[in-house]
Structure formats: structure tokens, C-alpha cells
């Protein structure tokens, strides 16, 4: 019985923006200008975050399995503190550090003259932010459960580190790192609070979905449950192709 | 057994019953009008205001309960656009100031105001700078030069809607680099260092006097924000609700928003 209860909690909100969707008006607000831009935008920044978080969370969940150093414990937890930290804090905290006049922003304006706030970049730092953490986690809960003597069987054969984590480990552990990526992108694309706190918001550059939707509810409902039906079909569809194909090997 | 759960549940009905009379005592100390600022209300007041209004309405709720003993005023700040939409959805309040006539118009609309909304306040724009002025900003024109950032209020907010009026009588053409949910958080862009100018309200720029400077501007008088307040038809406290839209119409009220750069109405 809870489970239905848990069930139906879940499922219920997302039935209700089905019914009350405008159906008859569907077409002509989808071709709007403004919604596919920001669906475009999304959809870019949260592949990059995710493209972003493999390129550094892959070796820093290797550090965290595999090797043994003082304070190890004490890393994991700060890695995973993006996780529960709530994402508005998440921005004003990126803003101290990247923004025109942070820790490293300043230095970077004053170097490159380039700043991360109210660009795309910077909604791709954000999002990155949010949504590494969950690919680290998963990557390294499937790198210890992977058996290390195969590496190391690997090497004594002959095989470099890099050519063994390559051809053994990563093959052993790609539903982990899959099931992260997956993770770790949709996360991205639903991110509100460290966006519109470090990147701001303008139509094509930093406003999101999440950005697009909440907006609109100002001005238009419709306009919004338009928005948000788009946002659920692509990520369900995503979701759904994803699943099928790599978590299920 | 059972003596002890009908004790327990005898025990509750006596104790909502109370409640409820407490409650109802608020029905019977109707204000006399709106000129009277001492009479009536008790209990808890929710105020919904524009974020501009923050640190003048903090003022005047402190002024309101000492001069209504029994009273506790709430206030919810945010961009006038947004919590006129949560009121149409049903948010529980007593009032709503918004800073434009426009807002109001949506909650007045979806008839959820009790009566005509009065105008209490007027705001004019000015442009927030950091301290110090450090680009030398003087005039709308400047924030037209490539190399300045501004943060502008998003169009459905009255600041922003505003801030396209007066830009519009200037005829000067500013892309922002961000479009904020209210006046508030364009201000904190400035203080942030983040961006080089905002156009906010006169009153901002005065109550953040320690981080920003306002510099004015003549065109922002043709682009003043009239503030309309009303009580709302479901609140939860009518009598407060009208209580404490009269008090804000008072003098006392009104020497609190003149001093924080608001105009008389």
C-alpha cells in the first residue's frame, strides 16, 4: 500500500501538466522562437556539464577507490557536498570564487578579461557543479566493487596503467560510469538555483528551461505548461533510450 | 483503555474549541474606516510587498504592532509579477502593495482583492552603481557603451517594465547581460561588483547607500511606478488585512516611506 501511495505521488503531478496542458494551442506555441532556444541551450550546457564531469570525475573517483591517502575520507565527503548543498547556495558560492571580482574570477578578469558570470560557460560551470558529484559517487561505487586483480594481472602482463585502466577497468565499470553520466545529465538539465544566481538570465545565452519555465509562469501559464511538457518528453525520452542500451549490458 | 483515549480526544476538542474562539474574536474590532490608524486587528497579518518596499514596510509592521498591541505582521518580499501570480494560485495572505498598477491589475482581475487597490507611494529609477562610481557612469547613454554590464529587471516586473519606459524615452538601446526576478537581486549584481550599473529604484540605492551609489537620471520621470495596495478577498485576517492598509495610508506610515526616497502619492 505505500508503495502505491509512493507511487502515486510521484506520478500524479506529472499526469496533472499532461491534463491541464493546452492541447489545440500546442503547435503554434511550440514553434515559438523563444522555447526552442532555450530547449537548445539546455539540452548543450547539460551534455557539456556532463562531458565536463567524466573528464574529471572518472580519475577523481579512481583516486577515491583505488588509491589510499590521509584524509580520504575527508575528500569523499567534500566531494559529495554539492550534493546537499542547496543549489542557490551552490551560486552565490561559485559567484565568491568565479565571479568579476572572486578569489580566482578576478584573476581570470584581470588576466584574459574574461568573466564566467552571464555567459554560457558559466551555466555550464554551474551545472557541472551540481551535477558531478552524482557521477563521482557512482563511478567509484562500481570501482570498488570491480576486482582489482584484474589490473593488476593486466600489468604484470605488460600493460601500462593507462592501457590497463582503458582496455580492462573502464569496460568493467561502463554501467556505473553510464548509469552516473545519466545521472549527472539530467541533474544538469533540471538545475534552477546555481544558474540563475551565477550565470543570470538572458533569452539564448544563460536562460535555460528551468529558467524559461519559471519566467513564463509569471506572464503565461500556458506558456509555461508548454514549457515543461517539452522539458518531460525530452528527458523521458532520453532517459528511456539511454536505459535500454547501456545499464541493461 | 478507553477512558484514556475519549479523555484524550475530549481533551483536543476542548483545546480546538478554544482556538477557534480566539480566532473569532477578530471578526468583532472592524476598523473605522481607512483614516484611523490604531483601531483594530489582532492576530497574524500577511503582508505580500514588492521587494523595494522591504526595509520601509519592516519599519512600519514594527510601528503597526506597537500600535496594536496583539498584532503579528508577516511580510513575504519578492518581484511584484511573482507574487502576484502566487496569490492567483491561491497563496494564503491578508494584503498585497505591488509596485505597479499593472500587477495589481492581475490579482484585481482574477478577483482576489477586496475592494479598489489606493495608491500609497510613488518610486522613481535610478542607476546603481558600486561605490565610487568606478566607470564613470553619468547617464543612461553610458550604459549603451559596450564594455559596461547591466543588470536589468526582467519585463514582467515592474522595475523592468519601468526601466523600458524610461530607456525608451531616452531613446538609448541597452542590451543587459542578465534579466533579474526582482529589483533586489539586480541590486545585489551591483553590490557584488558583477555588473557596472542596474537600473533600480531611488529607494534601493538608499537603503544599500553604504555599497552602491544611485545616480539619477531626468528621463526616470517619465517612467514613475505608482504603488497600489489592497487587501485580498480570501485573506485569513479581513479586519488586520484592513488595518493595516489604512496604517500604511497614515502620516506615521508615510514619513517612514518619504524618508527611505519614496514620493508622496
Given at each position: 500500500m505505500p508503495a502505491l501511495v509512493g507511487l502515486a505521488f510521484l506520478v500524479l503531478p506529472l499526469a496533472g501538466l499532461l491534463v491541464r496542458a493546452p492541447w489545440s494551442s500546442l503547435p503554434a506555441r511550440l514553434a515559438e522562437p523563444g522555447i526552442l532556444a532555450a530547449l537548445r541551450l539546455s539540452l548543450l550546457t547539460s551534455t557539456l556539464a556532463t562531458a565536463v564531469s567524466l573528464a574529471l570525475g572518472v580519475p577523481l573517483a579512481w583516486l577515491l577507490a583505488r588509491t589510499a591517502f590521509p584524509g580520504r575520507r575527508l575528500v569523499r565527503a567534500l566531494v559529495t557536498v554539492p550534493l546537499v548543498l542547496p543549489p542557490v547556495v551552490g551560486g552565490v558560492a561559485l559567484l565568491l570564487v568565479f565571479g568579476r571580482r572572486g578569489l580566482l574570477g578576478g584573476w581570470l578578469d584581470a588576466t584574459?578579461?574574461?568573466?564566467?558570470?552571464?555567459t554560457t560557460v558559466g551555466v555550464v560551470v554551474a551545472e557541472a557543479f551540481v551535477a558531478m558529484p552524482f557521477l563521482v559517487i557512482s563511478v567509484e561505487g562500481a570501482l570498488r566493487g570491480a576486482d582489482a586483480r584484474y589490473e593488476e594481472a593486466a600489468a604484470t602482463l605488460g600493460a601500462s596503467r593507462w592501457t590497463a585502466f582503458r582496455r580492462v577497468t573502464l569496460p568493467m565499470i561502463a554501467p556505473g560510469v553510464a548509469a552516473g553520466a545519466v545521472l549527472c545529465w539530467a541533474r544538469a538539465l533540471g538545475e534552477f538555483g546555481a544558474t540563475i544566481t551565477f550565470a543570470g538570465n538572458f533569452p539564448g545565452r544563460t536562460q535555460t528551461m528551468p529558467l524559461a519555465v519559471y519566467l513564463a509562469l509569471e506572464q503565461d501559464l500556458d506558456a509555461a505548461i508548454v514549457l515543461s511538457l517539452l522539458l518531460l518528453v525530452v528527458s523521458v525520452a532520453v532517459l528511456a533510450a539511454l536505459r535500454d542500451k547501456w545499464i541493461f549490458t | 483503555m478507553r477512558a484514556r483515549l475519549l479523555a484524550a480526544v475530549a481533551l483536543t476538542a476542548v483545546l480546538a474549541s478554544t482556538a477557534a474562539c480566539g480566532g473569532g474574536d477578530?471578526?468583532?474590532?472592524a476598523p473605522a474606516?481607512?483614516?484611523?490608524?490604531?483601531a483594530g486587528g489582532s492576530g497574524a497579518i500577511t503582508v505580500l510587498a514588492a521587494a523595494s518596499l522591504t526595509e520601509s514596510f519592516n519599519q512600519i509592521g514594527k510601528d503597526f504592532e506597537a500600535a496594536n498591541p496583539g498584532t503579528k505582521v508577516t511580510f513575504s518580499y519578492g518581484g511584484s509579477s511573482t507574487l502576484a501570480q502566487q496569490i492567483t494560485a491561491g497563496a494564503p495572505a491578508d494584503v498585497f502593495a505591488s509596485a505597479s498598477p499593472a500587477t495589481m491589475k492581475t490579482v484585481t482581475d482574477a478577483g482576489d482583492g477586496a475592494g479598489t487597490p489606493v495608491t500609497f507611494v510613488k518610486n522613481q529609477l535610478v542607476i546603481a552603481v558600486p561605490k565610487g562610481n568606478p566607470k564613470g557612469i553619468t547617464s543612461l547613454a553610458a550604459l549603451a557603451k559596450s564594455d559596461i554590464k547591466v543588470a536589468l529587471c526582467a519585463e514582467p516586473v515592474p522595475c523592468g517594465a519601468a526601466a523600458k519606459k524610461a530607456l525608451a524615452a531616452a531613446n538609448v538601446k541597452v542590451t543587459p547581460v542578465t534579466q533579474e526576478q526582482d529589483v533586489k537581486a539586480a541590486l545585489a549584481k551591483v553590490k557584488l561588483g558583477e555588473v557596472d550599473a542596474a537600473l533600480v529604484y531611488r529607494t534601493d540605492a538608499k537603503a544599500a547607500s553604504s555599497d552602491v551609489d544611485g545616480i539619477e537620471f531626468p528621463e526616470s520621470a517619465q517612467a514613475i511606478n505608482e504603488y497600489p495596495i489592497v487587501a485580498l478577498k480570501?485573506?485569513?485576517?479581513a479586519a488586520g488585512a484592513a488595518a493595516f492598509v489604512g496604517y500604511v495610508q497614515s502620516a506615521a506610515a508615510l514619513k517612514v516611506l518619504t524618508d527611505a526616497g519614496f514620493q508622496q502619492p
Open positions: 584574459f578579461g574574461f568573466t564566467l558570470p552571464f | 477578530d471578526t468583532a474590532t474606516g481607512g483614516a484611523s490608524s490604531a480570501s485573506a485569513p485576517n
